[in-house]
């Protein structure tokens, strides 16, 4: 059992067309998660199928401080590579953020 104090960036995406998800997936795997990985303080990301039009990804941050500077420097730029890939396609997207504070294996 390990004690953590870890930040998680919840993302829960979501569209009417299954195709429009599978294509957040392929974009999520070779590129976005890649562009994630290389700012400062993330560490790993999981992607979770609800079902077929609904994903939810966890990014997690070594500290609510790096969370807090990717939200201030790094997100509004990486966001705006994500509207301009989806920008034709009809997508809801929820944000949340927690701590991470147990993980036991």
Same mark, same amino acid.
């Given at each position: @059992?390990? $004690?953590?104090?870890?930040?998680?960036? #919840?993302?829960?995406? #979501?569209?009417? !067309?299954?195709?429009?998800?599978?294509?957040?997936?392929?974009? *999520?795997? &070779?590129?976005?998660? =890649?562009? *994630?990985?290389?700012? %400062?303080?993330?560490?790993?990301?999981?992607? +979770?199928?609800?079902? %077929?039009? !609904?994903?939810?990804?966890?990014? $997690?941050?070594? /500290? !609510?401080?790096? &969370?807090?500077?990717? &939200?201030?420097?790094?997100? =509004?730029?990486?966001?705006?590579?994500?509207?301009?890939? +989806?920008?034709?396609? /009809? @997508?809801?997207?929820?944000?949340? !953020? /927690?701590?991470?504070?147990? /993980?036991?294996?």
């Amino acid at each position: @059992m390990t $004690l953590l104090a870890h930040a998680c960036y #919840e993302v829960l995406v #979501e569209s009417d !067309q299954a195709n429009h998800i599978a294509d957040f997936i392929e974009w *999520l795997r &070779l590129e976005h998660g =890649p562009d *994630l990985l290389k700012t %400062d303080g993330c560490f790993e990301y999981r992607l +979770f199928r609800l079902n %077929d039009c !609904q994903v939810r990804v966890e990014y $997690l941050f070594q /500290s !609510q401080d790096h &969370l807090d500077h990717y &939200l201030t420097v790094d997100a =509004p730029r990486l966001r705006g590579k994500g509207a301009a890939f +989806f920008a034709d396609r /009809s @997508m809801r997207i929820t944000r949340n !953020q /927690s701590s991470l504070l147990l /993980s036991v294996r």
